[in-house]
């Protein structure tokens, strides 16, 4: 067994490799500073905003991801020109039915824009009369069974004017289909998903299947066509590395066209509101194309990598560990876990995000706060135990997120600050 002073050692050798280049990259950017070409000038900072070392993830209040290059040009391009949108996206539809085998597909504001797209189409068809009478849903099936009970995002179901239904399991679903029943709403996978599936067709039901941080895997956009769910939908502005306004709501040819004659660019529906331009369209659309062209092994080399360098700079903390996972619900990125004793050292993990926060430049990692929730919202059964809600016991760093380079940054501050808590004075 290895004596602590041993393993410490150990741990230092690996990191000096990244502790040069730090020392180097602190040098470069105190000569840029004296010449008066400060790198981190842009157009965000001119407005006196600060721009983000995005450890958290995918999260919309953090702008979602970065475009792919091949989005950035594809989005120029399209920008050109004048189209009829609908025409537009209707060949887009014909496209992503080549690309994922759904019947067709339309791209939308958002997922929860395809929220909204989904259960307006579920209601009112393509019957204009209903489509203008929207929020109004007297006379229409108009009930969303929510399997799993509220979310923070079922607010772009009920704008539609539908009225929810919760469920907690696929037991309670085939007792809570009636004749008003319009469309069945999940975001379970694997086996549950498989359940409600079969209740969902049994009882000719549309289902829709919210997957917004679905991407990657690209083959999703694919296997859940495969599976025959009516219909499903990504964010675009996620994994899926779109523009962050976009969204991508796939499945059955009749559902997508009434979800295309409720939105926009249609005066006078419901969805109208949500409106997508021919830049985010041809975005999505190209998103996908390049998921689907990709390396993913490759990538997600290049995203272990990342991480690999910040443990190493942590690791040569005493007492802090570290692991590395890949979530499988959702977010599906390397992740690096980060704990430490919070009671002997008298630091939380909330402590650790805000110090990084109130940092510079700004770091963001996945703590157990959300800034961007509203505070009354209360997610899934009501009935579930106070006592199953645990703080957190660490902090996560998603390596998608992180941009080349960014890693050093991140691992030599979250190496000072938890340094300094460890030996029990502040970081600076």
């Not at 772009?156 to 679903?173: F, M, N, W």
């Not at 949500?274 to 997600?300: F, P, Q, R, S």
């Not at 998608?400 to 300094?420: D, H, N, S, W, Y």
Request: glycine share 8%; proline share 5%.
């Amino acid at each position: 067994m290895q004596s602590p002073s041993r393993r410490s050692f150990i741990k230092l050798a690996a990191a000096a490799p990244l502790l040069s280049r730090i020392a180097a990259r602190d040098l470069y950017a105190q000569a840029a500073t004296a010449l008066g070409k400060d790198p981190r000038q842009n157009v965000y900072t001119r407005l006196g905003v600060k721009t983000v070392i995005n450890c958290r993830g995918t999260w919309t209040y953090l702008s979602g991801s970065l475009e792919f290059p091949e989005v950035r040009e594809a989005q120029l391009e399209a920008a050109q020109h004048f189209v009829n949108v609908l025409d537009l996206q209707r060949a887009v539809g014909r496209r992503l039915a080549e690309l994922t085998g759904a019947e067709s597909g339309i791209v939308t504001s958002g997922a929860a824009g395809a929220m909204a797209a989904a259960t307006a189409a579920c209601m009112a068809g393509t019957d204009d009369k209903n489509i203008w009478q929207l929020p109004d849903t007297t006379g229409l099936k108009h009930e969303v069974i929510m399997v799993g009970g509220r979310s923070a995002f079922d607010s772009a179901i009920r704008l539609t004017g539908a009225k929810l239904v919760l469920v907690y399991s696929a037991d309670e679903l085939a007792n809570a289909i009636n004749e008003n029943t319009a469309m069945i709403y999940t975001t379970d996978l694997g086996d549950k998903l498989q359940k409600e599936l079969a209740v969902a067709k049994d009882h000719n039901v549309p289902m829709l299947l919210d997957d917004a941080a679905g991407i990657p895997p690209a083959d999703n956009a694919k296997l859940y066509a495969k599976m025959g769910i009516p219909l499903y939908c990504f964010s675009g502005g996620k994994g899926l590395r779109g523009p962050q306004c976009s969204g991508l709501l796939l499945g059955r040819k009749d559902l997508i066209e009434a979800a295309l004659l409720n939105c926009n660019p249609r005066e006078g529906a419901v969805c109208r509101p949500m409106k997508v331009g021919k830049e985010e369209i041809i975005g999505a659309l190209t998103a996908l194309e390049t998921w689907l062209k990709i390396d993913e092994k490759k990538l997600y080399a290049e995203w272990n990598s990342r991480i690999d360098r910040i443990r190493k700079l942590v690791d040569t903390v005493p007492g802090v560990k570290t692991d590395v996972y890949v979530p499988e619900d959702g977010n599906r990125y390397p992740t690096l876990k980060v704990s430490w004793d919070q009671d002997a050292w008298k630091f939380s993990i909330s402590d650790c995000v805000q110090q990084l926060r109130a940092s510079n430049p700004v770091i963001e990692v996945l703590g157990g706060d959300n800034p961007s929730l509203v505070t009354a919202v209360h997610e899934g059964n009501p009935k579930a135990a106070v006592k199953d809600r645990k703080a957190p016991d660490h902090i996560e760093l998603v390596s998608m997120t992180i941009k080349p380079g960014e890693e050093i940054i991140v691992g030599q501050k979250l190496r000072a600050v938890l340094r300094a808590a460890q030996q029990g004075k502040s970081a600076t």
